[in-house]
Every structure is written in C-alpha cells, then in structure tokens.
C-alpha cells in the first residue's frame, strides 16, 4: 500500500511539468501580454526581465516550482490578486456541491443499480436503463438550462441559483460547506436555505455519475449473481433478500468503488459549466470567467489544483479498495 | 521434416487455406450483422447515425436557409412554418444551423477519436511489448495526463492554444489519448500470456510480425467498443467547450455555441437553446447505443 | 411401494430449458427413492443431467430451467408443492448440498466461520459463545486442523482440500437427514479425493445420514455407496446395489460404461473401447428409447417405445426391453 501512496509524487510532479509546458504554450508573447497592448518595447522588456522571462525554460520551470510549494500561483491577469486567494475562496463552495452531488449519486445510483439487477428484464430494469441511457447522452450545461427553467420558471419550487443573496439565510462559517455549518451552529433556517440552493445545481451535476454508477452497479451485481457462491449460499436456504444485501453486495460494491474516483474527476469537469450557470460562488464559475477573459494565470492554477484534489481522490479510491478486498489485503 | 513443410507450403494448399479463411470470415460478419441487428435499441442507434451522417453531407441541399444569413427584424422568432424551429438572436434559421452543425459536430468527433486512437494505440502497443522499463515510464507519463479530468485538461488547452476547431481537437486528443494506451497495453499484456504467441515466437515470427498479425487482432476488439463509446463522449466534450465559449466562434453554428448564444433567452424564447440541445442528445444517445451494441458483439464477456 | 418406507422418493421429474433454440427436455421423467441412512450414487457422462437433478430436488434450477413435473416425497411432503419460504426451510437443514468447486462455492469475501455460522444462526437460531462453538464443533466433525485459526480466515488463505472441508462442514453442520453431494471430489488431487471420501464414509457412519452421491467417477462410487443409478441423457437406465452394478450389470449403457474403463490388466497395445455415436440432442431427443441409436440391442419396440424402469431381478431394475423380456418380465 505504501507504494501506491508513493505513487504519486512522482505523478504530481509530472502535473507541475505539464501543466508549465501548457500554460508556455500560449501562442504570443507572454511578457506582452502581461504588459498589455498598449505598452512600449521598453516596458515589455523590463516586464520580461522582472518576471525572469528571459532566463531559460527549464530554470523558468523550477522558479515556477519553487512558487508552486511555497503556495504561491501567480497572480490573476485580471485582477492582480494572488491566484491561489481566489482559488480558496472559492474552494468550498465548488467542494460542497461536489459532495452533495457525490452524495445524490451513490444514494440513487446504488440502489437504483441494485433494484434493475434483483429484477433484470422487468419493469424496474428498464426504467433504470433508460434513465441510464437518456441521462448518459443529455449534456449538462442544457440540463442545467432546462431544469431551471422547469424548477423556476415554470414551477417555482426552487431557486435560479446563486449561493447567497437577499433572502437568504447563511450559517456562520466553520468550515465554509453552509449545510455541515448550518447543522454544527444549530440553524435550522439556515440549513433550508442551504439546502435549496444546493439542490438543483446539485442533481444536475450528479445526474452523468447516478448514470455511470447505476450502470456499473447492475452489471457487477449481476456477474455477482451469477457466481457458484450465491448458489451455494441459496442451498444454505438463505433468503433472496439476504443474498442480494449481504452475499452479493459486498463481492458487487468492488467495480464500483473503483469507478468513484473517476466519477468524481468527471464531476470536477462538470462543475465548470453547472456552476457557471447556476451563478455558483466556485472554482468552476472562477474558471469559466477566467477563460473568457484569456486569464491564463488562474486557469493554470485551477487546473493544477483540480489535479491534485483529482489524485489524491484516486489515491483514496484506491486505498480503500485495498482494505475493502480481502484477497489484496492479505496478500502479504 | 522438409518433406512435411513442403507439402504446407504448396500453392494449392495456401489458396485452399485463404479461401477457407475468407468463408471462415464471411460466415462471422454475417453472425455480427445479424447480432447487430437483433438489438432494437442498437438498430436505432445504427440508423440515428446513419441520419446524421446523411444530414453532415446533404446539409447544403436540404438546409431551407443559409446557416449564417441573418436579419435582426426576424430575431427570435417562435417555431413557425417558415421557420420550423424558429430563429435565433440575428435571425438565423435554427433548423439550418442545426442540420450544418451536425456536420461540425461529426467532424470534431470523428478527427479526435482519430486523433486519439492514432497516438494512444501505438504508444500502448509499445508499453505493453517493449519492457518493463519503457512501460513504466509510459505509464507514469499517462498517469500525469490522466490526473486531469478530461473536460479541465481539454479546456486549458483549448484555452491556452486560442480558438478554432482544430485547436479543440488537438486539446481532445491530447487529453484522450492515455485512456486508448492504456487500454491497449492491458490488452497487450493479456494477450501477450497467452499460449499461442509463444507459438508464433516459436516458429519463427518476429517480433513486429508477431505484434501485427498475433497481438494487435485480438486487442482490437475492446479499442473499437471504446471508440464508438466514446464518439459520443467527444462530441459532448466539443460542444462543452463550444459552450464555454471555446472553439468556434459565433456565427459557426456549433451546437454548443448556439446554446450558449441562447443562454440568456432561454426562459421565454426557448427554442434558441432548446433544440440545439435536443440536438447533441440525440447524437451522443445514437452513438452510445451503437457502441452498447458493438460491445455485445465484440466483447462476448458482456452479454447478459 | 408405501413413500413412508423411504426417505426421499423422487417421481417423475421432468425439468426442461427453454432456451433460444427450443425447449431442452433435460430430465425426462426421473424416479428413484433413497432410503433413511443410505447412500445412493448418481452416475453418468458429463451432462446428463445427474447435477440437474439434485438442483431440481433443492429447487435450486435457475433460469431458463424450469421444473415442469413430477413429485419430490420427503418427510412427508412434496417438495414440489411447498412455498418458497417452507422450502428455504428445508434447504442446509434437512437437505444439504455439497457442491464441485470449492474455490468458486465459497465466498471470497466473508470468513469461514461467517460462512458456516450462517447456515447454523438460520436454521438453529444459535448466537455468539454458543455459535463458535457449535462453529468449531462442525470443524471438528470435518477433521479440519487447527479450526480456530480457520474460523477467521478467507477462502483463498486455505487449500483445495481445506476448502471443501469447510464445503461439508457448512453442510452437515444442522445434522440434515440427506446430505447431496454433487461431484465433490472431481476439482480436487487425487490424495485429497481420497480423505474426502473417507470423511463422507465416516460422516456417513456416525450421523446416519443418506447421501446422495453425485458423479461420473465410477471408482468412487463403488467406495461408498450402496446403491447405485446408472443415468443416460435424462433417464435413469439402471438401478441396483453396488455389488451387482459392477458384477451383473443389466443396461446395454451401463455394461458399455464399465467396458470403457480402463482395466488394470488390461493389454497396453490395445485399443480403449468406445461407445460408438453421439449423445442426443435433447431438443429433440429421439423417439422412445434414448439410448436406442448407439444400443447393440435395439429392436423395434425400443424404437418407438420408451421402457419405464422395471424390477428384472431382486432389487435391480432396469430401463430396458430387451433385458427386461429376457427377465421374463411381461413386455
């Protein structure tokens, strides 16, 4: 297990590289840039000098390095507040919708994956397939069109979107995710409001995962099924309901975990757009502002965030499928 | 010995062997088709792709309108029969823009999804037969791309390199790329296990040869379930960055640049990001049925 | 025949597969009776449907199989009529099953003691001291080494021969009246099959359980059982003590299946002997006789007639015309 762990140094420090090689790949000149159209030839000069564009790329890399462990992620173009400042601002807003989605998603794609494999080929299974299928092909951002549209407009039960605003109550800050400090600080009006909020954005970035997921789930649950241990267990006279909770769930839940990491490597991506839409106070609408704006400083510095939240994700993933599977975890 | 291998090496032996081949094969694709076939779902996926293409290539004969012709004084018009779908911000047909972004959208699918098969398949062939000191390295470069998740790594990328199609789908190959080389070196290492290379080693194949006729037609079959697959991945992936405002721009009528331009009309005109988007569904499901029924076909282990 | 004479009796079963190509007549009226304490073997090739009935008396026969008809007597009761729920209660505890495989019949993720006090918390409701212990005596029964280590170890830390230990023990530990063994020898080295079949003798010897014995190895049925039942493409074609199974068998296919076997004197040199033809295809099995295409003996009653299994000497019985006229048997 150690050696998974350590795994991903090396990897990381591959991110940094790559993540310098894209960023020196704008086509122009950088110093010119940073200048601004109307500088002179001068100023571009001592501009490039005092941000070290002159020296080499692989030196210019490990000062870049240097800054990147130190915490230090440039500057916005824009803005010209340190990167890595906006970056955790925003952070916990774009971290409790992730979670709430994740949470949507193994809460209706577990269960849903289970009911179409204990009924294959009947009516649950084919509603739960052709929510998988629909749901697989229906991009996002349209989703996230739509659904405001039928939630807000139409209907009216839930928010456009937005993280506060007028009328809306929010906790004091513990740890930024308004739900978990609206429960810590005891509000309950607070945790509606969060609630409410959260919850559209929410399903519509949960909806590609609860597809993924409940696809993965029905087909291992039906390999597991199909096993000669479920067989022996039914000679034990054990009950259907037990076989699919406990027999078969624990062998079935394995491929699944293992899909968790990239779920929510894909969810990241998705956040991007769902948060630009639903006026979402995260990294994604940071990002999606950055990139109309040709603000290339703070889209290196998401990505290389996102990269790493994205591996130690997967390096979490794979631990605990380590634990969970009793053949890896005995092999010493 | 030689009296044997020359009987082998006969010409009336070689033409009998092509020819029991070539029924051998015939016989297959004819068990294919009807396997295809058989599925319902994946015969409409067949023929959704199939419209689609047919729609890329006669857009300019069937499309009413001119895609960027546009008058303000027609803007945002409701569905109508002079407009089937209506008009957007400038007054551009919807219906017309749609059926050419169709072609747009193929397009940036089908070059990435090469693009992507054309870098990844070799290097994974190379990880899985050249060492264990190559792959490893290999992997570990895979492992740097595949830290990204897809979307962010396209989009910084598409970003970086400035607009326009091809940059777009230079950012999807370059972010897709590792998933092919990794799955083709999995298939390699599989294969390579196996009894029957040992054979062809032993009887003299070299090593390239070995490769191209014994490793790479078994491994095959699982690239191109994921290649269909992920045609429909690709072209959402292009169409959200089309969103975002990456790629082309206005007036190319991309599916997703046309939902962004009709973002901020949506709740009362909302057919100028409606259909576009009705649009991309039914491509991406028509590509995803089809690569489910290709998986039935190719990777026996899935079916159910 | 009074069905209170024996312990299970079996009448008439007919199991079919409908499947893609049409309906597979797998068992086609397959009767026989065990009695209290006996041991019976079920021999045959490879797919002829001697697992198929020990699932069928389990009701264990999954999808596209289906039992069609035909009664199951045990205890009193037809298997065949009960609810589900009074068939769970029967299964591992008045009728268990030991299955093939053990490395595939045991779950990968739970312990062995897990596994095994699952059958006993079930069907005898024992909980924590006296369920390890009940545990451990089950191990014990089974001659495990060291079965307090093996409680709380997975499947895959264990041997093939410990595996199917555990198989047996999961088996037997309710103390079941029959006890079905279906091939629990064959994935297993031949000095393992030879404990195994030792521990069933002894099980056997010190529970009074019947045994129903399931394989094609006739080497071990003439070990261990009592009786024997000579099976052909569905049917049971001969039925009788082991003794005159070896030594006086009746069937056209049984006395094939034992000229097939290889002899320990026999000559080297010379050609093993074979059963010319093929198996039927039981889709459309061909008319009367089963076994008619391949039987030296066939004549045209046992091509339009399909014999039942009928008394040709004390209690051998066979499913023939031609042996059975020979009998003296009215035809």
Same mark, same amino acid.
């Given at each position: 297990?150690?050696?998974?762990?350590?795994?991903?140094?090396?990897?990381?420090?591959?991110?940094?590289?790559?993540?310098f090689?894209?960023?020196?790949?704008?086509?122009?000149?950088?110093?010119r840039?940073?200048?601004?159209?109307?500088?002179?030839?001068?100023?571009?000069?001592?501009?490039?000098?005092k941000?070290?564009?002159?020296?080499?790329?692989?030196?210019?890399y490990?000062?870049?390095l240097?800054?990147?462990?130190?915490?230090?992620?440039?500057?916005?173009?824009?803005?010209?507040r340190?990167v890595?400042?906006?970056?955790m601002?925003?952070?916990?807003?774009?971290?409790?919708?992730?979670?709430?989605?994740?949470?949507?998603?193994?809460?209706?794609?577990?269960?849903?994956?289970?009911?179409?494999?204990?009924?294959?080929n009947?009516?649950?299974?084919?509603?739960?397939?052709?929510?998988?299928?629909?749901?697989?092909?229906?991009?996002?951002?349209?989703?996230?069109?739509?659904?405001?549209?039928?939630?807000?407009?139409?209907l009216?039960?839930?928010?456009?979107?937005?993280?506060?605003?007028?009328?809306?109550?929010?906790?004091e800050?513990?740890?930024?995710?308004?739900?978990?400090?609206?429960?810590?600080?005891?509000?309950?009006?607070?945790?509606?409001?969060?609630?409410?909020?959260?919850?559209?954005?929410?399903?519509?970035l949960?909806?590609?995962?609860?597809?993924?997921?409940?696809?993965?789930?029905?087909?291992?649950?039906?390999?597991?099924?199909?096993?000669?241990?479920?067989?022996?267990?039914?000679?034990?006279?054990?009950?259907?309901?037990?076989?699919?909770?406990?027999?078969?769930?624990?062998?079935?839940?394995?491929?699944?975990?293992?899909?968790?990491?990239?779920?929510f490597?894909?969810?990241?991506?998705g956040?991007?757009?769902?948060?630009?839409?639903?006026?979402?106070?995260?990294?994604?609408?940071?990002a999606?502002?950055?990139?109309?704006n040709?603000?290339?400083?703070?889209?290196?510095?998401i990505?290389?965030?996102?990269?790493?939240?994205?591996?130690?994700?997967?390096?979490?993933?794979?631990?605990?499928?380590?634990?969970?599977?009793?053949?890896?975890r005995?092999?010493? | 010995?030689?009296?044997?291998?020359?009987?082998?090496?006969?010409?009336?032996?070689?033409?009998?062997?092509?020819?029991?081949?070539?029924?051998?094969r015939?016989?297959?694709?004819?068990?294919?088709?009807?396997?295809?076939?058989?599925?319902?779902?994946?015969?409409a996926?067949?023929?959704?792709?199939?419209?689609?293409v047919?729609?890329?290539?006669?857009?300019?004969?069937?499309?009413?309108?001119?895609?960027?012709?546009?008058?303000?004084?027609?803007?945002?018009?409701?569905?109508?029969?002079?407009?089937?779908?209506?008009?957007?911000? %400038? @007054?551009?047909? /919807? $219906?017309?823009?749609?059926?050419? #972004?169709?072609?747009?959208?193929?397009?940036?699918?089908? &070059?990435?999804?090469?693009?992507?098969?054309?870098?990844?398949?070799?290097?994974?062939?190379?990880?899985?037969?050249?060492?264990?000191?190559?792959?490893?390295?290999?992997?570990?470069?895979?492992?740097?791309?595949?830290?990204?998740?897809?979307?962010?790594?396209a989009?910084?990328?598409?970003?970086?390199?400035?607009?326009?199609?091809?940059n777009?789908?230079?950012?999807?190959?370059?972010?897709?790329?590792?998933w092919?080389?990794?799955?083709?070196r999995?298939?390699?290492?599989?294969?390579?296990?196996?009894?029957?290379?040992?054979?062809?080693?032993?009887?003299?194949?070299?090593?390239?040869?070995?490769?191209?006729?014994?490793?790479?037609?078994?491994?095959?079959?699982?690239?191109?379930?994921?290649a269909?697959?992920? %045609? @429909?991945?690709t /072209? $959402?992936?292009?169409?959200?960055? #089309?969103?975002?405002?990456?790629?082309?721009?206005?007036? &190319?009528?991309?599916?997703?640049?046309?939902?962004?331009?009709?973002?901020?009309?949506?709740?009362?005109?909302?057919?100028?990001?409606?259909?576009?988007?009705?649009?991309?569904?039914?491509?991406?499901?028509?590509?995803?049925?089809?690569?489910?029924?290709?998986?039935?076909?190719?990777?026996?282990?899935?079916?159910? | 025949?009074?069905?209170?004479?024996?312990?299970?009796?079996?009448?008439?079963?007919?199991?079919?597969?409908?499947?893609?190509?049409?309906?597979?007549?797998?068992?086609?009226?397959?009767?026989?009776?065990?009695?209290?304490?006996?041991?019976?073997?079920?021999?045959?090739?490879?797919?002829?449907?001697?697992?198929?009935?020990?699932?069928?008396?389990?009701?264990?026969?999954?999808?596209?199989?289906?039992?069609?008809?035909?009664?199951?007597?045990?205890?009193?009761?037809?298997?065949?009529?009960?609810?589900?729920?009074?068939?769970?209660?029967?299964?591992?505890?008045?009728?268990?099953?030991?299955?093939?495989d053990?490395?595939?019949?045991?779950?990968?993720?739970?312990?062995?003691?897990?596994?095994?006090?699952?059958?006993?918390?079930?069907?005898?409701?024992?909980?924590?001291?006296?369920?390890?212990?009940?545990?451990?005596?089950?191990?014990?029964?089974?001659?495990m080494?060291?079965?307090?280590?093996?409680?709380?170890?997975?499947?895959?830390?264990?041997?093939?021969?410990?595996?199917q230990?555990?198989?047996?023990?999961?088996?037997?530990?309710?103390?079941?009246?029959?006890?079905?063994?279906?091939?629990?020898?064959?994935?297993?080295?031949?000095?393992?099959?030879?404990?195994?079949?030792?521990?069933?003798?002894?099980?056997?010897?010190?529970?009074?359980?019947?045994?129903?014995?399931?394989?094609?190895?006739?080497?071990?049925?003439?070990?261990?059982?009592?009786?024997?039942?000579?099976?052909?493409?569905?049917?049971?074609?001969?039925?009788?003590?082991?003794?005159?199974?070896?030594?006086?068998?009746q069937?056209?296919?049984?006395?094939?299946?034992?000229?097939?076997?290889?002899?320990?004197?026999?000559d080297?040199?010379?050609?093993?002997?074979?059963?010319?033809?093929?198996?039927?295809?039981?889709?459309?099995?061909?008319?009367?006789?089963?076994?008619?295409?391949?039987?030296?003996?066939?004549?045209?009653?046992?091509r339009?007639?399909?014999?039942?299994?009928?008394?040709?000497?004390?209690?051998?019985?066979?499913?023939?015309?031609?042996?059975?006229?020979?009998?003296?048997?009215?035809?």
């Amino acid at each position: 297990m150690a050696k998974r762990v350590l795994q991903v140094i090396p990897v990381l420090l591959g991110v940094t590289v790559l993540t310098f090689a894209i960023a020196h790949s704008v086509p122009g000149d950088p110093a010119r840039a940073i200048a601004g159209i109307y500088a002179t030839e001068e100023t571009v000069e001592v501009i490039r000098a005092k941000w070290g564009l002159d020296k080499p790329l692989p030196e210019q890399y490990l000062v870049y390095l240097g800054h990147l462990l130190r915490g230090d992620l440039g500057a916005s173009i824009q803005s010209r507040r340190p990167v890595a400042d906006d970056i955790m601002d925003r952070l916990p807003a774009t971290l409790e919708l992730s979670l709430f989605a994740l949470l949507l998603m193994v809460v209706v794609g577990i269960p849903m994956g289970m009911i179409a494999a204990r009924w294959r080929n009947r009516l649950p299974d084919h509603v739960a397939r052709l929510f998988v299928i629909l749901g697989g092909a229906i991009p996002s951002f349209w989703l996230a069109l739509v659904a405001q549209l039928v939630f807000f407009s139409w209907l009216g039960w839930l928010p456009f979107g937005g993280r506060t605003g007028a009328g809306i109550v929010t906790p004091e800050t513990v740890s930024g995710l308004y739900v978990l400090d609206s429960i810590l600080t005891l509000n309950g009006t607070a945790l509606v409001h969060s609630l409410r909020q959260l919850l559209l954005p929410g399903m519509v970035l949960a909806l590609a995962g609860t597809t993924s997921i409940t696809r993965m789930t029905r087909a291992s649950m039906l390999e597991v099924l199909r096993q000669d241990y479920i067989k022996a267990a039914r000679a034990k006279g054990v009950s259907g309901r037990t076989i699919v909770l406990k027999h078969a769930f624990k062998n079935a839940m394995i491929p699944t975990i293992t899909v968790l990491g990239l779920l929510f490597g894909s969810m990241l991506g998705g956040a991007f757009v769902v948060e630009w839409i639903f006026a979402w106070p995260g990294i994604g609408t940071l990002a999606a502002n950055s990139i109309t704006n040709l603000d290339y400083t703070v889209i290196m510095g998401i990505s290389i965030v996102i990269a790493i939240v994205y591996s130690i994700a997967n390096l979490l993933v794979d631990v605990s499928y380590m634990v969970l599977n009793p053949k890896v975890r005995y092999e010493k | 010995m030689s009296n044997a291998s020359a009987e082998f090496q006969s010409k009336e032996y070689v033409a009998q062997r092509r020819r029991l081949t070539w029924e051998r094969r015939r016989k297959q694709a004819r068990k294919n088709w009807y396997l295809l076939t058989r599925n319902p779902l994946t015969v409409a996926g067949l023929v959704i792709v199939g419209l689609l293409v047919l729609t890329a290539l006669l857009a300019p004969i069937i499309a009413p309108y001119s895609p960027t012709a546009f008058d303000i004084r027609d803007q945002l018009q409701a569905p109508s029969t002079t407009h089937l779908l209506g008009t957007d911000e %400038m @007054g551009r047909d /919807i $219906l017309s823009r749609i059926l050419y #972004g169709a072609g747009i959208s193929l397009r940036v699918g089908l &070059t990435a999804v090469i693009a992507i098969a054309a870098i990844g398949i070799p290097i994974g062939l190379i990880a899985g037969t050249a060492g264990s000191k190559v792959d490893t390295v290999i992997m570990r470069i895979a492992d740097v791309f595949l830290s990204f998740p897809q979307l962010v790594l396209a989009l910084a990328i598409a970003t970086v390199l400035g607009g326009g199609l091809q940059n777009v789908v230079i950012a999807l190959a370059v972010a897709g790329w590792p998933w092919y080389a990794r799955l083709v070196r999995g298939m390699v290492l599989t294969v390579r296990q196996e009894t029957f290379i040992e054979a062809a080693k032993v009887s003299g194949a070299t090593k390239l040869k070995t490769i191209m006729r014994h490793i790479m037609p078994n491994t095959m079959g699982p690239v191109i379930v994921q290649a269909s697959m992920d %045609m @429909g991945y690709t /072209i $959402l992936l292009a169409a959200s960055l #089309g969103f975002l405002g990456i790629g082309v721009k206005v007036p &190319t009528p991309e599916w997703g640049l046309m939902i962004n331009a009709g973002r901020q009309y949506f709740m009362t005109q909302w057919w100028v990001a409606g259909f576009p988007g009705i649009a991309i569904l039914i491509t991406v499901l028509g590509f995803n049925l089809l690569g489910d029924g290709l998986r039935d076909i190719l990777d026996p282990r899935s079916r159910s | 025949m009074k069905t209170d004479d024996f312990l299970l009796t079996v009448k008439d079963l007919r199991t079919h597969f409908y499947t893609y190509e049409g309906v597979v007549q797998a068992l086609d009226g397959v009767s026989f009776n065990l009695g209290v304490g006996e041991a019976l073997g079920l021999v045959g090739e490879t797919g002829c449907g001697k697992s198929l009935t020990a699932s069928s008396i389990m009701r264990l026969v999954e999808e596209p199989g289906r039992i069609i008809s035909g009664e199951i007597w045990f205890e009193g009761q037809d298997l065949l009529q009960l609810k589900e729920s009074q068939m769970r209660n029967i299964r591992g505890n008045r009728i268990a099953m030991v299955f093939q495989d053990p490395s595939t019949y045991l779950n990968p993720s739970f312990t062995i003691g897990n596994q095994i006090g699952e059958v006993i918390r079930l069907h005898q409701g024992l909980r924590g001291k006296h369920l390890r212990q009940r545990i451990l005596e089950t191990l014990d029964m089974v001659r495990m080494p060291d079965p307090a280590r093996v409680v709380n170890q997975y499947p895959h830390q264990l041997s093939g021969g410990m595996r199917q230990r555990c198989l047996i023990a999961t088996a037997v530990a309710c103390n079941p009246l029959l006890l079905i063994a279906d091939e629990p020898t064959t994935a297993l080295d031949v000095t393992v099959q030879a404990a195994i079949l030792e521990l069933l003798s002894d099980l056997r010897r010190e529970t009074q359980g019947a045994l129903l014995l399931i394989t094609h190895n006739l080497g071990v049925v003439a070990e261990i059982c009592d009786r024997v039942a000579v099976m052909y493409s569905g049917d049971i074609v001969e039925i009788a003590p082991t003794i005159e199974i070896f030594g006086q068998p009746q069937h056209p296919y049984t006395r094939a299946l034992l000229e097939s076997v290889p002899k320990l004197h026999q000559d080297p040199a010379e050609d093993l002997a074979t059963i010319s033809g093929r198996l039927p295809n039981l889709i459309n099995p061909p008319e009367g006789c089963r076994f008619h295409p391949r039987c030296s003996l066939a004549n045209d009653t046992c091509r339009c007639e399909k014999p039942s299994v009928r008394e040709a000497g004390p209690g051998h019985f066979v499913a023939c015309h031609p042996v059975y006229r020979q009998w003296g048997g009215p035809a």
